[in-house]
């Protein structure tokens, strides 16, 4: 088994490569294991001997919640920590979060918190949480309407990554993690920005060995930043890329309309527009990433939607920011900078983009 290292702020988190089978060992000290509804249906058909192994012969321990956001919130959170309690986990209880983000950002909140902080594994389903969700210590739940409104940096111990987990998951789901792909190729990965352009059609096969690349190199853009800024005082800002347009998007439309990846997608594709308009991205950068996102067919005009209802959904994300919002622009690849910028301009940009 392959396995990197990263040391996120004095702790090792380790990224296993594996395999289904390695993903699904546990130690003796039986685990227990967080998944949702979908993931528990797909995976038990899908790869019966390996899931069977763990799951169904150790049902005991075993919790399942719905699938989708809403089991970010309390309920589900004390749902695991209740479960813990029952079966009589102490403080050396290891949780192993099996799905998608959700699953992952669940599991690693309650590890977080029970009995002030337990072990936790993440095995992550989806590419979303393999190249993002899942690794890089933020854990995050959703309150009083808002998404990732409380949470926790706690790094898992390990994240084990299959990527043939990916077999399963719905097309939707996967252009949703390769915008995230693209996110960090543009961050700082020129290898992986000519994969992307160069193997369209093996990427979208998802050819296995094509996926392990994407996969192992996205985590390693991301690995960079975190190591450097865990607890994001400075440069995690930049994983943001995309992302301030890509949430206001997302909160106007209603969550689900636009995927996370389609709505960062277009968010990335408006980080590149306003940059021009300020007169800091390279116009030339500025159309390869235009010609990359429409080569993997993201919407990147949001018809129909509200300039100025996007710009108030920003305003209200700015509370969680202490009052200011702040743009990831990119000069041009690997050059990227977070500022404010001025009302009308964002409101242009918004303009253009509808
Ligand atoms: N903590 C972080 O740093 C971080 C970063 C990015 C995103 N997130 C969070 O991640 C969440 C989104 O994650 P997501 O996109 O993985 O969504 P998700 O967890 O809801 O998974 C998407 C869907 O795919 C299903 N699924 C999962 N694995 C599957 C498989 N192998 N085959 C078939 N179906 C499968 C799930 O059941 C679900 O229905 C959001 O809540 C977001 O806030 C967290």
């Given amino acids: 088994m392959e396995h990197l290292d990263f040391n ?21 000290d039986l685990p227990l294991v967080v998944t949702d509804q979908n993931v528990y249906d797909v ?28 089991a970010k919130e309390w309920q589900s959170i004390a749902g695991v920590l209740q479960r813990g309690f029952d079966i009589g986990l102490g403080r050396d209880a290891l949780f192993i979060g099996l799905g998608g983000g959700v699953v992952t950002d669940l599991t690693a909140f309650a590890a977080s918190v029970y009995m002030r902080g337990c072990r936790v594994i993440l095995v992550p389903t989806t590419l979303l949480a ?45 252009r949703s993690g390769l915008a995230e792909v693209i996110k960090s190729a543009l ?13 369209h059609d093996q990427v ?26 865990l607890t994001e005082t400075g440069i995690r800002a930049y994983l943001n890329l995309g ?13 689900g309309t636009w995927t996370h990846g389609e709505a960062v997608a277009w968010g990335i594709q408006r980080a590149m527009r306003l940059g021009i308009l300020l007169g800091v991205t390279d116009e030339q950068y500025a159309r390869r990433v235009e010609d990359v996102l429409n080569r993997y067919g993201y919407r990147l005009a949001a018809r129909g939607v509200d300039p100025a209802a996007l710009f108030e959904a920003m305003k209200q994300d700015k509370k969680k920011q202490s009052g200011t919002v702040r743009f990831v622009l990119q000069r041009r690849l690997a050059k990227t900078m977070v500022q404010p910028v001025p009302d009308p301009v964002v409101m242009q940009c918004l303009r253009e983009g509808c």
């Fill in 243 to 255: 992302h301030t347009f890509g949430h206001a998007l997302e909160a106007v439309t209603g969550f």
């Fill in 43 to 70: 995976l038990s058909s899908s790869f019966d001997q390996a899931y069977r192994g763990l799951v169904v012969n150790r049902g005991a321990y075993l919790y399942r919640v719905a699938s989708g956001e809403k």
């Fill in 130 to 174: 393999m190249v993002d969700a899942a690794f890089g210590g933020k854990t995050g739940m959703n309150f009083g309407g808002y998404k990732n409104m409380v949470g926790t940096f706690y790094p898992a111990e390990e994240v084990r990554i299959a990527p043939e987990f990916l077999r399963t998951l719905p097309e939707s789901e996967y």
């Fill in 187 to 199: 961050l700082d990965d020129p290898q992986l920005l000519e994969i992307l352009e160069d193997r």
């Fill in 8 to 28: 996120l702020a004095g702790k090792t988190s380790r990224v296993v490569f594996t395999d289904i089978a390695g993903c699904l060992e546990v130690p003796e």
């Fill in 204 to 229: 979208m096969a998802r050819n296995p060995g094509v996926l392990d690349e994407l996969v192992r190199r996205s985590i390693a853009v991301k690995g960079r930043i975190v190591e450097a800024d």
